[in-house]
């Protein structure tokens, strides 16, 4: 049977550093969450955002928007939390409902404040190397790995999924630390060729339980980044009753990388705060 990352275990550690990170810094500061719609995954995401805030006494607005929130209702929003002083960090969670377009809405949002790296700003400074807060959710995924002494460099990454907010940035983050990465998405031919050969999985696609036994190498790493509500539990990518057996280590849902995500927002918000 293969080994289970601990996320929330290691979100623990962090949330020490953290605790000491803000009481050496401005408290009045806080982080402004924005959900427009409906969106299972998102609220989840942002219920947990709040519930971590209160635990590492930081201030935190949670602003949810009906489905039917205008371009313009958005965009006001954001620009008001661009010019407020209090506020030290904008998130916006994503997607949107369809009638939005994410690149517009997002390319709003003040890169100093820009928490999850969503901006074309922001996303220029991080391929570039360059000094920018770092994509949350692909930042748990390497933080997971590293805290279990997995060696990247050298390692066959195959990641599932191609998003702006997981797939592509994962993909440069891997490629950091000297990984060969192999992108895989709806339109890649018989993409069990491709997977079954990685040393380290990431799936990333919405897809509950879409990955099965038959799609891993033996002694393989799996990590799952879905979190779709499916009876009223999140669910992710990988069935990982039946794919724990065969591989080495494994991420569940919940408790993987979610669990460290939110940690690792947080600690973007500190190492920004002036």
């Given amino acids: 049977m293969g080994q289970i990352i601990n996320g929330k275990e290691i979100a623990s550690k962090l949330k020490e550093q953290i605790k000491n990170d803000i009481s050496n810094k401005v408290n009045n500061k806080r982080i402004s969450s924005i959900l427009v719609g409906n969106d299972g995954g998102s609220i989840y995401y942002q219920d947990f955002q709040e519930k971590l805030a209160k635990n590492l006494k930081i201030e935190f607005e949670k602003i949810r928007l009906k489905e039917d929130t205008s371009k313009e209702e958005l965009k006001e929003l954001i620009i008001s939390l661009n010019e407020n002083e209090e506020v030290e960090g904008i998130m916006l969670l994503l997607p949107l409902p369809k009638h939005l377009d994410e690149e ?147 991420t569940p849902v919940p408790g993987g990388v979610g669990a460290l995500t939110t940690t690792l927002l947080f600690k973007n918000f500190c190492e920004g705060l002036k």
Avoid: W
């Fill in 104 to 250: 517009e809405i997002t390319n709003l949002i003040d890169p100093s404040k820009d928490l999850d790296c969503l901006s074309d700003a922001s996303v220029g400074k991080f391929y570039k190397g360059k000094k920018s807060f770092v994509p949350c959710t692909p930042y748990s995924v390497i933080t997971l790995l590293k805290e279990y002494n997995v060696k990247i460099e050298g390692s066959n990454v195959v990641i599932i999924g191609r998003s702006n907010i997981v797939g592509k940035p994962l993909a440069q983050m891997f490629l950091n630390e000297n990984a060969t990465v192999t992108i895989c998405h709806s339109k890649t031919k018989d993409i069990k060729e491709f997977t079954k050969k990685a040393d380290i999985l990431v799936v990333a696609i919405g897809r509950p339980k879409f990955i099965d036994s038959s799609y891993v190498g033996e002694n393989s790493i799996v990590i799952d980044v879905g979190t779709t509500p499916v009876d009223g539990k999140i669910t992710g990518d990988v069935d990982f009753e039946d794919v724990i057996d065969k591989v080495k280590l494994i």
